[in-house]
């Protein structure tokens, strides 16, 4: 029969013993109650924030019945006895009351402190208890089971500051699951405390004990020590073995082995002797411990200043470094948090990536463990090898993937490289070569070939892609002499929302949107916009002799120009233009590809234009490594045909489809891209999109993540210029006088921000927050939420 | 008492049936012998090759007594039901003869099997024994272990073709050691034979299960198939937590319990009764296993035609591929190995890596999982995070000891990017701000600026680096009509092995280097290259009225123009030139760098330069994704101080810093250059380079890989032109009339060594094989043999 406590009267009467003085805390399916927790600086904390001021110290085990609580009663004891007092928290317990490692471990204590005193140092609780002595998925009921949130939630809370030293006592294995039926070592992933693995000493140990050992490792935890009690037979030495084949920063320790009578918890003669027989031993493991948390906390507090003295950081003006509080130490990332160290505090603290750490992330907390198994196989399996007339699934599959999906129905073949930049590069080249061997231009040697695109752009930092923008602080002489643009750059009419209706900006005039819907095809603006750009091109031309050999845009996005969204109306007279004179079209979807706006590809789908050559980058591999694609159609690449060898493409890099990247690209698409993964992808049945897929198939669209009311809202604040939301996007342009990439208008907005949890970077005066395509409706209007806030 | 098996009679003695009509393989201290293995079709195959004509199947536990015989058992009674041959292999057995998993699969067929004809086809071997009841590693006892590479070819030769199934069952959990006391799942890794895990039924068996199946799938198994005999209880289903925790492609199968007597292996009824009521699960497993194994086969043969249908590769003429034989298909990667299939054989054979895959790959076979495991922490830990003003452990601990050891002593910052392409497009942009703020040309707008290069270098296929170097086949107007050489490109002397003799070819004339250490100074030919330097400096300023604001050089040996090693001479004329002018100095060491010609860095350390700038990749994470480090001194780096951001170095790239190559390049930094980890690394006793290093220090060179009498050797045979070794590469250039990249002499000697097993490459008249800094001198022997063999 289960059994929920619902009250201490319960508990201290199933017990038998005195709950207050122990310091009990209980979950009950009514709710969680403190006792006697005066020492928990929970209160202090923000959301989340977890506590560096004492040692946190998480038992985990390599098997069931392999000694933790012998292993955390050792420690206790140790600690006590180093003057320190201990909390020892068992999160989860089954089995309850007649099991309880709670008390177990209290009685010990009791029995072996003759010094009052370091009885009274001593507290314990069990947060969570079911009667059945089953796993914990399999012993809550349909009532009174605990989401992984709200245990993280009350372990964090039982987590001591002050002298206190905490003992955590996980259930099982690493791989056991939890309550909730998700495995332990992803549900209490987000805490990261550092982990004390009680190793298999018995016949098939050493595998169990490493294969845990991998299991937390590929999860990000700390394991500063690994205790493995010896077999009974004292023959196996399981230790040597485990040693050899840990990092040198993990101590490995033997412990003899414990000849306790099974399933007595009294801590009868053998336990007392077994205790005494391995103090020196655990004496030894405590100070490990408090030393290794100490060396932790020394590295956060002198990463600042060792940054400063070795790191250059990209787009960064040293000088106006002038304390090493202005560096953020991240200690780790948790799902879409990152964890950054707060020196002041002593804590570690989450706060939300707003920014998507430069627009790379795609994955939620859910999805990063199977993210990081898709590449630690990769590279298990593959590393890295040479590409050119070689073929490797991943790389194959991935290719597949984009030009059937993505690149749908125009590409058909894919060009890896390293990044957005190099994407960018190529697909000038391919751009070129295709307008060349069109126009019969390949043998004149004498004609300039410039760029059509837009003022605002941004494509890259190497040479090629900045050659490709307008001028700009970025791409100037003093950045870099050989900078020279070329090409035609013109400039784009904006629209966002303001004060609840879409309007355009066309230099210094206004124009109405006469549409809910920005995307609605308008060919009375198109007419105008295509007259224009033609002019403007004629000019060019004779202006410069030069022809326009390619035509490069951000599809209705631009992002590092200032998250600024195009009239996409401007974008559709550029493709029309450039089809009628026949001028290969480049979008550069780095940014605004793979979900960033809400759709696999924002060309097609918004735009309705049907590029010849798209780059990809940033989420294609979901958020770990560096890749780029450029995909082509079948026209351009077989401009690159013939005799020679001369007339290939002769470009590539060394990593060129490194499996890595391709199975985590893979992975990522994949998931982000069903509604089986995602619920945020809109299912058969909710076709609302012009894409070219046939019904029964995925439509190709994500729901609308960002709640309209608190978007019209915020259009109407007086600080607000203009919004727009867009896919995984929300980006505010501020009222400012000084616009543009060094205005600092938007600085103190994100400082606030900042100071509510949310990471967020400024650009210009252009506030954005950018989530994953994962990210729950919820958590998007709480982070609306406080942008409102802020912004009010 | 250990009991080695010497002789046949004494094994059927002990085991009382007859081996000869079992067909038993096994392994004695004095050899090995086959005693009825006319299936297997090793002869045929060449060294490390595996047959895909039949299928292979692995037997791993989750742990030990989970039931790994029993399901063996189960799949050779389904798989002989289903008319095929069943080989039983048994590779590693301890407490042998009295527990032998070969005699009782044998019992179970004969007891199980009415039929004759069945019992006819089924063969079972044990491949290695020993007497004493415990893990193999103690069991073995001096003389009679057995090495990996031993075990894996035994191992090798028992997996049969033709029509046969293969059943291989592997001893305790997949981290249980060997004979030797590595990991089995390390040990056979090479042979990445697809598995079967048996799960553990028992409370705390789905951790066991979990963490086992990601132990291996960080090594690269492919798993089709888990199954999980429930508990004596039946009451735990662990299948279902397991089945939603492991990848679509693994089907999850739950047995019933079996209550087979402890210690008792004779097919008793028990067994009989289980082995029937899973009867229809073990005929669906094996038709699951079969079905794989066609998959597998179908998706290597297809990947040919996939590939040449969507895949545009770097630096290829697809119009000369006419054949899909053309394109290579790589399984997978082991160690220094690529394993790629071969369609006619129908077989995966293992080649040599000797192009180092594009010069990035570090790590030998011992290191491979080690890297894999510190990547698969990163990702668990970090993923990625923002980087500006940002500060984690990896970077921080990567910037720092490249600064010290590669670095030292001129650099002190580390600027992150992602290739070496962006790397050496970062370190121009360092250089001219460096020189523009020396020379006080900042403000100077019309003002031309140059490299001064050298003719046959190669910086990276973006356009800034290929603006600095002089036109070629690769940046040429067909390339990118973007293309300016922006140069001053000098025509340097090279330097080769000739007749046993170092010989210097400068132009039309040659000269005698006068010392057998071709890196000996010799300042009378440095004079007279500096004069020449500067005069063709000043008739360059003087025709193009440009400056010239930076030089870049790959020290020592230029690698894709062509694996030619520059007169070590010139290169420190062009420094001195330099140091005189005030002209930064930008060090391409992408591939030069890092342990590739045998020291952290050969500017120092073989020219004694110290540069202002240098470029680092490849080799920096040790062979597995991308990243560059560009180092500058502390004086570069001032050049972009100021008041505003405008004048920092505003360059950046998305996944900058990512932790997976930090983490990488920390890992394989330290392995590469430890003696203690890397064997050909010379100890401080053996000091004998003129490095800044004190005694007792690491010297901080490696010893020499390549025997020099074979180098003498090769120096002197009629097609050679000329020979060098340095550090880890070998490179020689033939004789042929027409050089270059686009001449063809070396394909045909590439041919040839591809047939000895060596992946090779070819660059114009150069033919190199590469390997890595952990490679033994014996495997160098061997492939040097090869290639001596080859161009005799």
Same mark, same amino acid.
């Given at each position: 029969?289960?059994?929920?406590?619902?009250?201490?009267?319960d508990? *201290?009467?199933?017990?038998?013993?005195s709950?207050?003085?122990?310091?009990?805390?209980?979950?009950?399916?009514?709710?969680?109650?403190?006792?006697?927790? *005066?020492?928990?600086?929970?209160?202090?904390?923000?959301?989340g924030e977890?506590?560096?001021?004492?040692?946190?110290?998480?038992?985990?085990?390599?098997n069931?019945?392999?000694?933790?609580?012998?292993?955390?009663?050792?420690l206790?004891?140790?600690?006590?006895?180093?003057?320190?007092?201990?909390?020892?928290?068992?999160?989860?317990?089954?089995?309850?009351? +007649?099991d309880?490692?709670?008390?177990?471990?209290?009685?010990?204590?009791?029995?072996?402190?003759?010094?009052?005193?370091?009885?009274?140092?001593?507290?314990?609780?069990?947060?969570?208890?079911?009667?059945?002595?089953?796993?914990?998925?399999?012993?809550?009921?349909?009532?009174?089971?605990?989401?992984?949130?709200?245990?993280?939630?009350?372990?964090?809370d039982?987590?001591?500051?002050?002298?206190?030293?905490?003992?955590?006592?996980?259930?099982?294995?690493?791989?056991s699951?939890?309550?909730?039926?998700?495995?332990?070592?992803?549900?209490?992933?987000?805490?990261?405390? #550092?982990?004390?693995?009680?190793?298999?000493?018995?016949?098939g140990?050493?595998?169990?004990?490493?294969?845990s050992?991998?299991?937390?490792?590929?999860?990000?935890?700390?394991?500063?020590?690994? &205790?493995?009690?010896?077999?009974?037979?004292?023959?196996?030495?399981?230790?040597?073995?485990?040693?050899?084949?840990?990092e040198?920063?993990t101590?490995?320790?033997?412990?003899?082995?414990c000849?306790?009578?099974?399933?007595?918890?009294? %801590?009868? !003669?053998?336990?007392?002797?077994?205790?005494?027989?391995?103090?020196?031993?655990?004496?030894?493991?405590?100070?490990?411990?408090?030393?290794?948390?100490?060396e932790?906390?020394?590295?956060?507090?002198?990463?600042?200043?060792e940054?400063?003295?070795?790191?250059?950081?990209?787009?960064?003006?040293?000088?106006?470094?002038?304390d090493?509080?202005?560096?953020?130490v991240?200690?780790?990332?948790?799902?879409?948090?990152?964890?950054?160290?707060?020196?002041?505090?002593?804590?570690?603290? !989450?706060?939300?990536?707003?920014?998507a750490?430069?627009?790379? @992330?795609?994955?939620?907390?859910?999805?990063?463990?199977?993210? +990081?198994?898709h590449? &630690?196989?990769a590279?298990?399996?593959?590393?890295?090898v040479?590409?050119?007339?070689?073929?490797?699934? %991943?790389?194959?599959?991935? +290719?597949?993937?984009?030009?059937?999906?993505?690149?749908?129905?125009?590409?058909?073949?894919?060009?890896?490289?390293?990044?957005? *930049?190099?994407?960018?590069?190529?697909?000038?080249?391919?751009?070129?070569?295709?307008?060349?061997?069109?126009?019969?231009?390949l043998?004149?040697?004498?004609?300039?070939?410039?760029v059509?695109?837009?003022?605002?752009?941004?494509?890259?930092?190497?040479?090629?892609?900045?050659?490709?923008?307008?001028?700009?602080?970025?791409?100037?002489?003093?950045q870099?002499?050989?900078? @020279?643009?070329?090409?035609?750059?013109?400039e784009? #009419?904006?629209?966002?929302?303001?004060?609840?209706?879409?309007?355009?900006i066309?230099?210094?005039?206004?124009?109405?949107?006469?549409?809910d819907?920005?995307?609605?095809?308008?060919?009375?603006?198109?007419?105008?916009?295509?007259?224009?750009?033609?002019?403007?091109?004629?000019?060019?031309?004779?202006?410069?002799?030069?022809?326009?050999?390619?035509?490069?845009?951000?599809?209705?996005?631009?992002?590092?120009?200032?998250?600024?969204?195009?009239?996409?109306?401007?974008?559709?007279?550029?493709a029309?233009?450039?089809?009628?004179?026949?001028?290969?079209?480049?979008?550069?979807?780095?940014?605004t590809?793979i979900?960033?706006?809400?759709?696999?590809?924002?060309?097609?789908?918004?735009?309705?234009?049907?590029?010849?050559?798209?780059?990809?980058?940033k989420?294609?591999?979901?958020?770990?490594?560096p890749?780029?694609?450029?995909?082509a159609?079948?026209?351009?690449?077989?401009a690159?045909g013939?005799?020679?060898?001369?007339?290939?493409?002769?470009?590539?890099?060394?990593?060129?489809?490194?499996?890595?990247?391709?199975?985590?690209?893979?992975?990522?698409?994949?998931?982000?891209?069903?509604?089986?993964?995602? +619920?945020?992808?809109?299912?058969?049945? @909710?076709?609302?999109?012009?894409?070219?897929?046939?019904?029964?198939?995925?439509c190709?669209?994500?729901?609308?993540?960002?709640?309209?009311?608190?978007?019209?809202?915020?259009?109407?604040?007086?600080?607000?210029?203009?919004?727009?939301?867009?896919?995984?996007?929300?980006?505010?342009?501020?009222?400012?006088?000084?616009?543009?990439?060094? *205005?600092?208008?938007?600085?103190?907005?994100?400082?606030?921000?900042?100071?509510?949890?949310?990471?967020?970077? !400024?650009?210009?005066d252009?506030?954005?927050?950018?989530?994953? !395509?994962?990210?729950?409706?919820?958590?998007?209007?709480?982070?609306?939420?406080?942008?409102?806030?802020v912004?009010?």
């Amino acid at each position: 029969m289960r059994y929920a406590i619902r009250t201490l009267t319960d508990y *201290s009467r199933l017990l038998g013993i005195s709950g207050e003085s122990k310091g009990f805390l209980y979950f009950s399916t009514t709710g969680f109650e403190q006792l006697h927790g *005066s020492h928990s600086s929970s209160d202090a904390r923000h959301e989340g924030e977890v506590g560096l001021q004492s040692e946190h110290i998480a038992i985990w085990g390599a098997n069931t019945d392999v000694g933790k609580t012998l292993v955390s009663s050792g420690l206790v004891l140790s600690a006590l006895s180093h003057s320190r007092p201990v909390h020892y928290v068992k999160p989860v317990q089954t089995g309850f009351p +007649a099991d309880s490692d709670s008390r177990l471990v209290s009685k010990v204590v009791d029995s072996m402190c003759g010094d009052d005193r370091l009885v009274q140092n001593f507290t314990s609780s069990t947060l969570c208890a079911w009667s059945d002595a089953v796993s914990p998925h399999l012993a809550v009921g349909p009532n009174d089971s605990v989401d992984d949130q709200t245990l993280v939630k009350r372990i964090r809370d039982a987590l001591y500051d002050g002298e206190y030293v905490t003992i955590l006592e996980t259930a099982g294995g690493p791989g056991s699951p939890g309550p909730s039926g998700k495995l332990q070592c992803d549900i209490l992933r987000p805490l990261r405390t #550092p982990v004390v693995l009680v190793g298999d000493g018995k016949l098939g140990g050493i595998s169990t004990t490493l294969s845990s050992y991998e299991m937390m490792k590929i999860r990000g935890y700390s394991i500063p020590l690994i &205790a493995i009690l010896e077999n009974r037979e004292r023959t196996l030495e399981n230790y040597k073995i485990v040693r050899a084949n840990v990092e040198e920063d993990t101590v490995v320790v033997p412990l003899t082995a414990c000849m306790l009578p099974e399933g007595d918890e009294t %801590p009868d !003669p053998q336990l007392k002797e077994w205790l005494q027989d391995n103090k020196k031993s655990f004496d030894m493991m405590i100070q490990h411990l408090l030393d290794s948390h100490s060396e932790r906390v020394s590295s956060l507090v002198s990463a600042r200043k060792e940054a400063l003295e070795t790191i250059w950081w990209p787009f960064t003006q040293h000088d106006s470094i002038t304390d090493e509080n202005q560096v953020t130490v991240i200690d780790s990332r948790c799902g879409e948090d990152i964890i950054v160290f707060s020196p002041e505090r002593k804590t570690l603290k !989450p706060l939300y990536d707003g920014c998507a750490s430069w627009w790379t @992330q795609g994955m939620n907390a859910e999805h990063v463990p199977g993210l +990081a198994k898709h590449v &630690a196989e990769a590279i298990g399996r593959y590393g890295h090898v040479i590409f050119p007339r070689n073929v490797h699934r %991943p790389a194959l599959d991935l +290719a597949k993937s984009m030009v059937k999906d993505v690149g749908a129905p125009w590409a058909s073949r894919a060009f890896f490289s390293d990044n957005g *930049s190099t994407a960018v590069e190529v697909g000038l080249k391919m751009a070129f070569r295709k307008y060349m061997k069109d126009h019969d231009l390949l043998e004149k040697e004498e004609i300039g070939i410039d760029v059509l695109g837009l003022h605002g752009a941004y494509h890259g930092d190497t040479l090629g892609t900045m050659n490709a923008v307008a001028p700009s602080v970025f791409n100037g002489r003093l950045q870099t002499p050989w900078f @020279q643009g070329r090409g035609l750059f013109l400039e784009p #009419p904006i629209v966002y929302m303001r004060q609840g209706k879409w309007v355009g900006i066309k230099g210094n005039d206004e124009f109405e949107v006469g549409s809910d819907d920005v995307f609605v095809e308008d060919q009375e603006r198109r007419a105008v916009y295509v007259k224009e750009i033609l002019a403007s091109i004629d000019r060019h031309v004779h202006e410069t002799k030069n022809i326009v050999g390619a035509c490069i845009i951000e599809p209705v996005v631009q992002g590092a120009g200032g998250m600024r969204m195009i009239d996409p109306e401007y974008h559709r007279a550029m493709a029309d233009v450039c089809t009628t004179c026949r001028i290969p079209i480049i979008v550069d979807e780095v940014f605004t590809g793979i979900w960033r706006l809400g759709v696999e590809s924002a060309t097609l789908s918004l735009l309705n234009i049907r590029p010849d050559i798209g780059c990809y980058a940033k989420l294609l591999t979901g958020g770990v490594v560096p890749m780029a694609l450029t995909l082509a159609s079948e026209e351009v690449f077989e401009a690159f045909g013939g005799d020679s060898k001369a007339e290939a493409l002769l470009h590539g890099h060394s990593y060129t489809a490194h499996p890595v990247g391709c199975s985590a690209g893979l992975y990522s698409l994949r998931t982000m891209g069903s509604p089986d993964s995602n +619920a945020n992808i809109c299912t058969p049945i @909710q076709h609302t999109c012009n894409c070219s897929r046939k019904p029964g198939q995925t439509c190709g669209k994500m729901v609308p993540l960002w709640d309209s009311d608190a978007i019209h809202r915020i259009s109407h604040l007086p600080r607000v210029q203009g919004i727009f939301a867009l896919g995984t996007v929300v980006s505010v342009q501020l009222k400012s006088s000084n616009s543009g990439y060094e *205005s600092n208008t938007a600085v103190s907005v994100t400082e606030d921000l900042m100071q509510r949890g949310i990471y967020a970077r !400024p650009l210009g005066d252009v506030v954005y927050i950018m989530v994953t !395509p994962f990210t729950s409706k919820s958590r998007c209007k709480s982070l609306l939420n406080e942008l409102e806030t802020v912004l009010t």
